[in-house]
């Protein structure tokens, strides 16, 4: 089955500063992969997801990038801000199927 | 997206006993699923809730000790049974939406004594 590495488990930044979340996948049949950001006591959210015909995706202050030959995808968030700090997954599933497997995620904490 | 309502939130339970999870979609939805998020931890896919036949289970879960209804497109329960204090966690419900997407109910936060 699909396996799901996301690195780093923690990231400590400053306001303003950039941050980036990576993941590796195995199954080189999934072709699907969003990120999810899930604050404290809340439930997991769907922020941004990329399909394998594409590259990169961008929405506001956060952008994904794919590397379908090297089974990566990285999530990148610029000028961070203190509510971007949160627990963010990597996943990687088959369009069309819904099922997904989650990475371990990384708990992102933005300092004023 | 689907507003997906979960029930209870939380609850505290008697090791032993059964809790019961109800999960309820604002529309009609082929693929609903059920995850765990042990504390600290990540998701993890319990089953797929088959409407009309019996849930398809992940591999380390079990009928017996996890058994789903899905008695129709917008409705599904998942009852957690014989409790111990291994299966505290959060239980989430899931739907999927335009084929692909993941959305999660609000979560039941479980604590077994």
């Known amino acids: 089955g699909e396996n799901v590495e996301q690195h780093p488990s923690t990231l400590s930044v400053q306001e303003g500063d950039s941050a980036v979340i990576k993941c590796t996948y195995s199954?080189?049949?999934?072709?699907?992969f969003p990120w999810y950001k899930q604050e404290l006591g809340k439930r997991p959210q769907l922020i941004i997801d990329i399909r394998s015909n594409v590259g990169e995706k961008k929405d506001q202050r956060i952008a994904v990038t794919l590397n379908k030959t090297a089974k990566h995808f990285s999530l990148h968030i610029t000028e961070t801000q203190p509510e971007d700090s949160a627990v963010y997954f990597c996943a990687a599933g088959i369009s069309g199927y819904s099922t997904l497997t989650f990475g371990k995620g990384t708990m992102l904490l933005v300092s004023p | 997206s689907a507003v997906i309502s979960q029930k209870p939130s939380r609850d505290i339970c008697q090791r032993g006993t059964s809790l019961t999870i109800q999960c309820q979609v604002d529309s009609q939805v082929t693929m609903m699923f059920w995850y765990r998020q042990q504390p600290g931890q990540s998701l993890t896919l319990i089953a797929t809730a088959n409407q009309g036949s019996e849930a398809t289970y992940e591999s380390g879960f079990v009928i017996d000790k996890f058994p789903i209804s899905r008695p129709n497109l917008t409705f599904s329960t998942l009852t957690v049974s014989n409790m111990s204090p291994e299966d505290s966690s959060i239980y989430l419900c899931s739907v999927g939406w335009e084929g692909e997407k993941l959305f999660f109910g609000s979560g039941t936060q479980l604590s077994v004594l």
């Open positions: 199954d080189s049949a999934s072709n699907y």
